[in-house]
């Protein structure tokens, strides 16, 4: 990929094992992939495929964003001993 490339709607993304990717957006939000992750780029968010994304996007006018995450797990909060 080539820095400073335009990115439409809909660009798939992908990193390999051991590589990371910073994508910066038009609006001013930041992505950045870890290795062995995966993001589609909508009009509308972000869709992560696979792997592990930080996501740095400022307030916006434009209402807010939706992102799609392919599998994830929760584990709920432990309570401490007394």
Excluded: C, Y
């Excluded at 609006?27 to 792997?51: H, M, P």
Aim: no cysteine; aromatic share 2%.
């Amino acid at each position: 990929m080539v820095s400073g490339l335009p990115l439409p709607d809909g660009a798939e993304l992908a990193t390999g094992k051991g590589a990371r990717a910073l994508v910066r957006l038009s609006d001013g939000s930041a992505i950045f992939l870890r290795g062995d992750s995966q993001v589609a780029l909508g009009r509308t968010g972000v869709e992560l495929g696979k792997g592990e994304i930080w996501l740095d996007a400022p307030a916006s006018e434009r209402g807010g964003l939706t992102h799609k995450l392919a599998r994830s797990r929760s584990r709920p909060p432990t309570r401490a001993s007394r």
